[in-house]
């Protein structure tokens, strides 16, 4: 036990591992992802329903929705792509989560909604081609290594139509500031959301201060199973993921902030890129 955590506690290198599958796919913690997102008062997983209701206002505004293709990446539940369908666009749903899917599909089908839904992983399936808009809300950018990124850039590129439009949103640096090194161990860590029945849970958290990157790194203990969990979160200067974009083939429209649409003044707040080719 002590190795195990003397490992624990020592600083891996950045993306040296990556676990988030497990987030999205294992049935009890997708269940309890899925129960974030549709938390009304809470950002854990997803914006309260008021604040994805403004960002896709901004968005409709700016770049119109109407007849629209749209793909919406990491689209969870449906919580954004049924907004867009309801404003007219025709959307494609993409994410890995069985259980988000399932719950997406049922949500449009109620409403008789434009909108497929495909369960993937945008970074190795094919995406949809022909597109207007691709989405990519609510930080899942910062979850990325810069190869990963590279990738799906690449990706994204091939999906639009000429002249068609890129919006993704990144945590800021400032935000990167509030966030502090520690360490947290307990019996059912986080009210038993890692495992229906018993277990003890640590949880270490590293900074690297020279990359803005934070991990949360998880050690389960089950009766008969041990798993560790890394949970790695990029945060952007927003000229530098501008930059970035430039770079892999992208023209920069505007960077604003994600929840209005506003131009971006730097705070300790999310900011939105808006893109084109």
């Known amino acids: 036990m002590f190795q195990t955590l003397k490992v624990l506690n020592e600083r891996p290198k950045p993306f040296s591992r ?8 294992d049935p009890h913690i997708s269940a309890r992802m899925l129960a974030f997102h549709l938390d009304a008062d809470g950002d854990v997983a997803s914006r309260r329903p008021a604040l994805i209701e403004g960002i896709v206002d901004w968005i409709d505004r700016r770049l119109g929705l109407t007849d629209r293709a749209v793909c919406d990446l990491g689209c969870g539940p449906g919580l954004y792509s049924a ?3 309801r404003r007219g666009a025709h959307v494609t749903g993409v994410d890995f989560s069985p259980r988000s899917i399932d719950y997406a599909s049922e949500l449009v089908r109620q409403e008789s909604l434009a909108v ?3 369960q993937g992983d945008y970074l190795k399936d094919a995406l949809p081609k022909n597109q207007d808009l691709v989405c990519l809300i609510y930080g899942d950018i ?5 190869d990963q990124r590279r990738q799906l850039f690449g990706k994204v590129r091939a999906s639009l139509n000429s002249g068609g439009h890129f919006v993704l949103d990144a945590f800021s640096n400032p935000q990167y500031e509030l966030r502090k090194e520690g360490a947290a161990y307990s019996r059912r860590l986080m009210d038993g959301f890692w495992a229906e029945g ?3 849970g ?3 958290t590293f900074l690297y201060d020279d990359l803005k990157l934070a991990l949360d790194r998880y050690l389960i203990i089950e009766p008969h199973r041990t798993r560790e969990v890394f949970n790695w979160l990029q945060y952007f200067d927003d000229s530098a993921l501008a930059e970035e974009l430039t770079q892999n083939g992208f023209d920069v429209v505007q960077v604003v902030d994600a929840l209005s649409g506003e131009p971006w003044k730097i705070s300790p707040h999310e900011f939105a890129i808006i893109a084109s080719i």
């Open 202 to 204: 640590f949880q270490t």
């Open 116 to 118: 497929d839904f495909i």
């Open 198 to 200: 018993d277990y003890f």
């Open 142 to 146: 910062c979850a990325l290594s810069p």
């Open 83 to 85: 907004r867009m369908a």
């Open 18 to 25: 990556y676990t988030a599958e497990e987030l999205w796919t």
